[in-house]
C-alpha cells in the first residue's frame, strides 16, 4: 500500500502542463483529474498516465468542482494541486510524513506564489477535516454577517 492520498487536480485544456503535475504526484494513492470538458488531450494524457479522470463543466463555480472533486476521492487524505504546479520531492517528503501519522485534528497549507505575491492556501485535509471545514462554514454563513467570511 502507498500513501493514503487522493491528489486533486481541476483542469480545462492542460495538456502542456499537465504530464509534469501528475508525475509529481504518482507517490500518492491516487492522482484525480476532474476535467472541464477539455478539448485539447488533457484527458487521454491524464490516464495515459495512471490518473482517473472524471469530466464535469466547471459551469463558473470553481468551489462547486473542487466540492464534487473531494467527493469523488477515494483516500482518506487530499491534497490539492493545480495543473502548473509541482509537487517537489522534500514536499512529498513532508505530505507522506503528515499521512503516516494521521492526525486528522490539522488541516494544513502551503506556500504558493501568485504574480510575484506569496500567500498561503489550504491544501493537504483529511477527509473528516474537510467534513468539519464544511460544516463549520455553512453554520458561519447562518451565524454571521455576510460580510464575513471564512
Not at 481541476?10 to 492522482?31: G, Q, R, T
Not at 494521521?102 to 504558493?112: G, L, S, V
Request: glycine share 4%.
Amino acid at each position: 500500500m502507498g500513501v493514503n492520498l487522493s491528489v486533486l487536480i481541476l483542469a480545462k485544456n492542460e495538456e502542456k502542463n499537465l504530464e509534469a503535475c501528475i508525475k509529481s504526484a504518482l507517490f500518492a494513492d491516487e492522482v484525480l483529474v476532474i476535467d472541464d470538458m477539455s478539448t485539447d488531450g488533457t484527458k487521454a494524457l491524464a490516464e495515459s498516465l495512471g490518473a482517473r479522470v472524471l469530466q464535469r463543466s466547471l459551469n463558473g463555480n470553481w468551489g462547486e468542482q473542487q466540492t464534487f472533486a473531494m467527493e469523488n476521492a477515494k483516500c482518506d487524505w487530499i491534497y490539492c494541486l493545480d495543473a502548473d504546479e509541482r509537487i517537489s520531492h522534500r514536499l512529498a517528503e513532508e505530505i507522506k510524513r503528515v499521512v503516516a501519522e494521521d492526525d486528522r485534528r490539522y488541516a494544513y497549507q502551503t506556500a504558493r506564489l501568485f504574480l510575484g505575491a506569496a500567500f498561503k492556501a489550504w491544501r493537504l485535509v483529511s477527509r473528516s477535516r474537510y467534513t468539519a471545514f464544511t460544516t463549520e462554514r455553512r453554520i458561519c454563513n447562518r451565524l454571521c454577517s455576510p460580510a464575513v467570511s471564512l
